[in-house]
């Protein structure tokens, strides 16, 4: 009776990669471990990410991979449950449940790290395990059924386990989006009269495995001009998306409104002005996350398309209806 319920564990978990997976090199993945409250005891990402390369005997995780497993891990007054997705470029997600009735999370994690070796590497993990490894045991738990390939109307069902074996579950739990934040320093050309430097607060927000939105705070300080008789800074905000297109390389653009402030010290002291700026801007941007923080540096190529005509009868005040920026940041990222 046992090895059919590991049978049915290798089987199950099976689906999670495609069905050629076998046929070609092993792709890295990005994992997304999330423990509720009440599975605080079970391990780390950390670890599990460990023990997986462990069993298939190679690295397989990098920070932002075309595929994306999410494992949430929760426990209710049955046992441990975990829910596993694996999201790719090609959209579908391939879905499975895992449950355990017993009292500590062990068994689950075994089970979880076998699900997981095979989704990232199937000729690697079915192999004979090393001695390091998780070997299937007769805790090895219950997989239940779900969906496979989202745009298949019918469902794909396990062959028939024990009669204990739990009924089968739909609901499967929203994956939780990754928020980071960085300080940038920037280099920017054609917003003011003359290159400026100046820094931002970039704030972004991850809603899908390849798409982010952000929002962002902008400050050029006082530039003055080569006769010493103006000086100009500007405030904004931005707000945009960015696309992952193979990463890390990502393309992002949005918005950017703010104000050009100008002062002159011809008039007694010193007479201050404000005019709107509004514009779009597109660059491409390079985005690292290791160890808990994103390192990015980007250029953005922006357009006015609400901008002031600076005048003045002591000097000329070069203008652009194109401004560009240069920009490098650092900041954490949660989870």
Same mark, same amino acid.
């Given at each position: ?45 950390? %670890? ?5 390369? @462990? ?20 426990? /209710? ?22 449950? %355990?009735?017993? +009292? /500590? ?22 192999? %004979? ?22 745009? +298949? ?16 579950? %739909? ?8 928020? +980071? ?59 945009? $998306? ?16 703010? $104000? ?52 003045? /009868?002591? @000097? ?20």
């Amino acid at each position: 009776m046992r090895f059919a319920v590991i049978a049915l564990g290798l089987l199950s978990a099976c689906s999670l990669s495609s069905g050629t997976a076998l046929a070609r090199a092993p792709e890295a993945v990005t994992l997304r471990w999330q423990r509720g409250a009440s599975a605080a005891s079970c391990a780390e990402r950390e %670890s599990i990410q460990r023990r997986v390369e @462990e069993r298939i005997g190679h690295a397989a995780f990098e920070e932002r991979a075309a595929r994306v497993l999410v494992v949430n891990v929760e426990r /209710d007054e049955s046992g441990y449950l975990a829910h596993l997705y694996l999201d790719t470029r090609a959209g579908p997600r391939s879905k499975r449940t895992l449950r %355990s009735s017993d +009292s /500590d999370c062990a068994a689950l994690e075994s089970a979880i790290v076998l699900a997981v070796a095979i989704a990232v590497d199937p000729a690697a993990a079915l192999a %004979s395990p090393t001695q390091n490894a998780d070997p299937p045991s007769s805790a090895f738990p219950v997989l239940e059924t779900a969906e496979t390939n989202a745009p +298949s109307t019918t469902s794909t069902r396990a062959a028939p386990g024990p009669s204990h074996a739990p009924r089968v579950r %739909s609901t499967l739990p929203r994956s939780v989006p990754r928020l +980071s934040g960085t300080l940038r320093g920037l280099y920017t050309i054609g917003l003011l009269p003359g290159p400026a430097w100046g820094f931002a607060l970039h704030v972004e927000r991850e809603v899908a495995a390849r798409f982010s939105v952000n929002f962002g705070l902008r400050v050029l300080p006082a530039l003055q001009t080569d006769s010493g008789v103006y000086e100009f800074s500007f405030n904004g905000g931005a707000l945009g $998306a960015c696309v992952t297109t193979a990463a890390p390389l990502d393309l992002c653009g949005g918005m950017l409104a703010g $104000a050009l402030y100008a002062v002159s010290s011809n008039d007694r002291g010193g007479r201050a002005s404000q005019h709107p700026w509004l514009g779009l801007e597109l660059g491409p941007r390079v985005a690292v996350r290791a160890r808990g923080l994103v390192w990015e540096f980007g250029l953005s190529v922006g357009g006015a398309l609400l901008a002031p005509r600076l005048r003045s /009868d002591v @000097e000329h005040l070069p203008q652009s209806p194109l401004e560009g920026t240069f920009f490098v940041g650092v900041g954490p990222t949660i989870p």
